[in-house]
Each structure stands twice: as structure tokens, then as C-alpha cells.
């Protein structure tokens, strides 16, 4: 039994370009929403800490912005769940094109099948990402009470 020719695996390499650039991509973007998540558990465990000694209008804040911490927690890591699930789909294309070539197996049904879950699974991901950012938003604006904004 012979070896692959050299042609088929340089040819099939040049085909699986695109999914490779795609997986850069997805880590990328797996690479902010990481950040992402490191940035609200620092979050979360500055106010855990300064809670406790908080009254009044500051402590219902503090409580409301813990809330919406828990909240903006799981909704990243559902995205970062879906970006790697994604990157999983993607490397499986790669994966399948190169046993279809070297073994001479006609699974390109399959192989679009899972480029367009993986597809749909990075979709998916970045409206959760959008969700994400959109929570953070709340927390972020500046009370009114602090910008000392009267009417002139």
C-alpha cells in the first residue's frame, strides 16, 4: 500500500486554509471574552469585599450590582462555551477534509454540515458576547446624583 502523494496532502492543506484562519479568528475572540470574564469575577470580589461594611443606598447598589455580575457570569460562559464548541466544529472540518483526501471517502455533506454548525455555533456565541456587553452597560453609567448636574 502506498503513502499519501505529496500532492494530495499539499493540495488538501491548501483547502483547509480558510478553516485555519477561522480558528485564528475564533481565538481571537475567545482570547476578549476571557478577559472579559477575568474582569467581572475581579469585579465581583471587590465588591464581595466591601459589601459587608456597606449601608443604605450604597448597599442596595452593591447587592443590585452583584445580581447583575451573576448574571453577565453565565452569560459569558456560555459564550466562551460556544466559541470553543465552535473552534471543536472547525477543527473537525479540518479533521474530515484531510481523512476524506487520504482515504479517498466522499463525506463533503458531512464536512459542509459541520462547517455550518460550527458557523452557527459562532453566531450564537457572539449575540451571547453582545448580551454580555450590553448587561455591562447598565452597570456602567454614571449616577446622576454624581455628576452633580444642576439645571442651569
Not at 6 to 30: C, E, H, K, N, Y
Request: glycine share 6%; aromatic share 6%.
Amino acid at each position: 500500500m502506498s503513502g499519501p502523494y505529496l500532492s494530495t496532502v499539499a493540495d488538501t492543506i491548501q483547502s483547509a486554509i480558510a478553516p485555519v484562519f477561522l480558528l485564528a479568528g475564533i481565538g481571537a475572540i475567545l482570547n476578549v471574552m476571557v478577559a472579559r470574564l477575568a474582569r467581572i469575577v475581579d469585579r465581583a470580589r471587590t465588591l464581595e469585599e466591601i459589601h459587608p461594611r456597606s449601608t443604605g443606598p450604597e448597599h442596595d447598589r452593591h447587592v443590585w450590582e452583584l445580581r447583575l455580575i451573576d448574571k453577565r457570569i453565565s452569560v459569558i460562559n456560555m459564550a466562551i462555551f460556544l466559541c470553543v464548541s465552535s473552534a471543536l466544529a472547525t477543527c473537525f472540518v479540518v479533521a474530515l477534509m484531510f481523512v476524506s483526501r487520504l482515504f479517498g471517502l466522499h463525506v463533503g455533506g458531512i464536512v459542509a454540515v459541520a462547517f455550518v454548525v460550527s458557523m452557527l455555533l459562532l453566531m450564537t456565541c457572539l449575540i451571547y458576547f453582545l448580551i454580555e456587553v450590553r448587561m455591562s452597560l447598565g452597570a456602567i453609567h454614571v449616577r446622576a446624583e454624581l455628576l452633580e448636574l444642576d439645571s442651569r
